[in-house]
């Protein structure tokens, strides 16, 4: 199959292969922390395999991200998708510590590789198309497949152990190994729809791979250079870690304060799997509507992202009360709904701001800072909660969030590309 030809192919076939990506995760996460506790893990060890995870990815993601850049993007993501695949299985069959953190480092470094590739892939095969292309309509819709697929996969994941076989230890594995058929498909699909315009290297493939990794530090180091003098560019990163604060507050509190409504952690669970699947949902249906609110601000970027950022700071204030389960149902959906519709606005500016040789690893970077945010409320979260209460640790998340919607006022009121090629400007120049 050939490079596609028009914007309209490009985006379909970005839009297929996000929703094949997620499909897999989606499945697997209302699961995960059931099967590991039914293979003999406590909580304390499961809070540190997902602190294993973090900081693999916080690690790896912008040398990954050069990789992609140097050595090409369909080989990475083949990659990252095959070690996804072995940790599904390693998953599904673990039955104590070692096996599972042999799985959680596998996962890390899987998804290290994948983070940023297609969506670098999608840009740049645009601006080839049509160099004055919008890339913010594409980005909504590869926001929404993510959204639409984990939604999916959470609701099917969430039924399928007691569907096939129950509440034990092999029918919660179900999940993760319909995971790793998934994972084939996407493989398949990868292979044959992530078609680069790239001149044919020579050499052996362990020639290229060992070129390549000699290439990634000056990558990368160029990469964090621009970052830090371009300030659009550094302010995209900043909001990107605020909204990483607030999606850990969902993920820590969520569990708890809609166990509390329910009654009870059995009750808890099932809500919160409903209220996860409607919140992936609506992401994916506040990515979509991202643009047309755009365009009736006046085509203000600034001006959509601090409205949607205030909104996901007074859905964080609802989630600490009333206490009534639709009302915080409800709270919960909306920030995911202004998470969602944030990101490609912020994706776009981002992709403004670099030229395609850095553009992997500019995306590794939207993804570092997300882990980063992720881990300082993985610090700070829990210590208020047990301060405050659940209610006053929403609260002051809100307040972070509510911060990160006034930066957005400093960010360009439009998204216009850098130049291509040898017309390529410097960052610093614009």
């Known amino acids: ?54 900081v693999v990815v916080t690690a790896l993601e912008l040398p990954t991200g050069g990789l992609a850049d140097v050595l090409g993007r ?39 590789l994948d983070s940023g590739p297609v969506e670098a892939w999608y840009v740049d095969t645009v601006h080839r198309i049509d160099p004055a292309a919008d890339v913010a309509p594409g980005l909504a819709r590869h926001s929404a497949a993510d959204g639409g697929s984990l939604a999916v996969g959470a609701i099917v994941g969430g039924l399928l152990p007691a569907v096939l ?26 292979v044959r729809l992530l078609i680069e315009d790239r001149p044919p290297r020579a050499g052996s493939i362990g020639t290229a791979l060992a070129a390549g990794l000699r290439a990634v530090p000056a990558t ?66 506040g990515a979509m509507l991202t643009p047309g609110l755009r365009r009736l601000l006046g085509g203000s970027t600034r001006m959509t992202c601090a409205l949607l950022v205030a909104l996901g ?29 944030t990101w490609p606005l912020l994706s776009a500016v981002l992709h403004a701001r670099v030229d395609a040789a850095h553009r992997a690893t500019a995306v590794s970077a939207m993804s570092l800072a997300m882990a980063v945010g992720g881990i300082l409320g993985n610090l700070a979260v829990p210590p208020l909660a047990a301060v405050l209460s659940t209610g006053g640790a929403f609260l002051a998340v809100a307040v972070v969030v509510l911060l990160g ?24 120049a614009v």
Not at 223 to 252: N, W
Not at 260 to 282: C, I, K, Q
């Open 165 to 190: 076989g129950g509440a034990g230890a092999a029918a919660l594995a179900l999940p993760y190994l319909g995971a790793a058929v998934l994972d084939v498909v996407f493989v398949v699909a990868v």
């Open 220 to 285: 990368v180091t160029g990469a964090v250079r621009l970052s830090v003098t371009d300030g659009p560019m550094r302010l995209v990163l900043v909001l990107t870690a605020v909204g990483g604060v607030g999606l850990v507050g969902c993920e820590l509190l969520g569990p708890v304060r809609f166990a509390d409504l329910a009654g009870g952690r059995d009750g808890g669970a099932a809500v919160y799997g409903t209220v996860l699947a409607v919140s992936f949902a609506g992401a994916a249906v």
């Open 405 to 428: 919607a006034v930066g957005c006022l400093g960010l360009p009121r439009a998204t216009v590309a850098v130049p291509t090629d040898a017309e390529v400007t410097p960052l610093s």
């Open 74 to 112: 369909r080989p990475v993501v083949v990659v990252g998708a095959v070690l996804h695949l072995v940790s599904c299985v390693v998953f599904a069959t673990a039955t104590s510590f070692p096996g599972f953190l042999g799985a959680i480092l596998l996962l890390g470094v899987g998804r290290a």
């Open 313 to 341: 700071a007074a859905a964080m204030a609802v989630l600490a009360g009333p206490d009534v389960l639709l009302v915080a149902g409800a709270g919960f959906a909306v920030y995911y709904l202004s998470h969602g519709s």
């Open 1 to 54: 199959m050939s490079a596609p030809q028009t914007v309209r192919s490009a985006t379909r076939r970005l839009v297929g292969l996000t929703a094949l990506r997620w499909l897999p995760v989606g499945l697997t996460t209302p699961i995960t922390v059931l099967l590991a506790q039914a293979r003999g893990l406590s909580l304390a060890e499961i809070g540190l395999l997902f602190t294993v995870h973090g």
